[in-house]
Nanobody
């Protein structure tokens, strides 16, 4: 499956952004989809994951501020980001989950190119 993330941009601290990830492939509704991010000089880190059932898991750093959702009819996964902080600045990636821990990048298969989010103080 091919993935394409969009919706990034520059906002001030406290602002909001909504990211989208379009999936091009069959059986999207069965995919477990994740969002990751990578800040300059840092490793790619887990942000959120949503199962085919709609159940989700968040990184502690974004819990209560970010919301992951999906629209299976449109083959889209969303990441609503509120109360953004400068430390949320990163390139955000969506990916399809394969197996194992939600938190490990190696357990995800297809990756989109990413979309830049910049939060200024």
């Amino acid at each position: 499956v091919q993935l394409q993330a969009s919706g990034g941009g520059s906002v001030q601290a406290g602002g909001s952004l909504n990211l989208s990830c379009a999936a091009f492939g069959r059986s999207f509704s069965t995919y477990v989809m994740g969002w990751f991010r990578q800040a300059p000089g840092k490793e790619r880190e887990f942000v959120a994951v949503i199962r085919s059932s709609g159940e989700n898991t968040y990184a502690d750093s974004v819990k209560g501020r970010f919301t992951i959702s999906r629209d299976n009819a449109k083959n889209l996964v969303y990441l609503q980001m509120r109360s953004l902080k400068p430390e949320d600045t990163a390139v955000y990636y969506c990916a399809t989950y394969r197996s194992g821990s939600w938190y490990y990048t190696g357990n995800y298969d297809s990756w989109g190119h990413g979309t830049q989010v910049t939060v200024s103080s």
